[in-house]
Nanobody, 121 residues
Framework: QVQLVESGGGSVQSGGSLRLSCVAS????????LGWFRQAPGKEREGVAF???????SYADSVKGRFTVSKDNAKHTLYLQMNSLKPEDTAMYYC???????????????WGQGTQVTVSS
């Protein structure tokens, strides 16, 4: 069955960096849009970064220039490099897979369990 397993979350100070990973199995990884979403307490889940099957990337305005999404098709792994982290980046981060790429969570059928990122000021 489809599985997405995130790792790499943690607690960092403002200005720090983290790299999230998401290992996928159970589907044709290279043909799907892969994305990162986040959800802070009391807020809606929001799209952060996406990478399409052809490698095209897109980002939320709030993370442009700070976050980089990439993937390794051979390893079935999605990454999110997060630099210059801010307290407002604190959230549970989820990876998702489906197609076509969209910032709307409802367009994704496959989700990981999430990994917590906490940024302190």
């Amino acid at each position: 069955q489809v599985q997405l397993v995130e790792s790499g979350g943690g607690s960092v100070q403002s200005g720090g960096s983290l790299r999230l990973s998401c290992v996928a199995s159970g589907f044709t990884y290279s043909t799907y849009c892969l994305g990162w979403f986040r959800q802070a307490p009391g807020k809606e889940r929001e799209g952060v970064a996406f990478i399409d099957s052809d490698g095209t990337t897109s980002y939320a305005d709030s993370v442009k220039g700070r976050f980089t999404v990439s993937k390794d098709n051979a390893k079935h792994t999605l990454y999110l490099q997060m630099n210059s982290l801010k307290p407002e980046d604190t959230a549970m981060y989820y990876c998702a897979a489906d197609g076509p790429c969209s910032g709307r969570p409802s367009r994704y059928n496959y989700w990981g369990q999430g990994t917590q990122v906490t940024v302190s000021s």
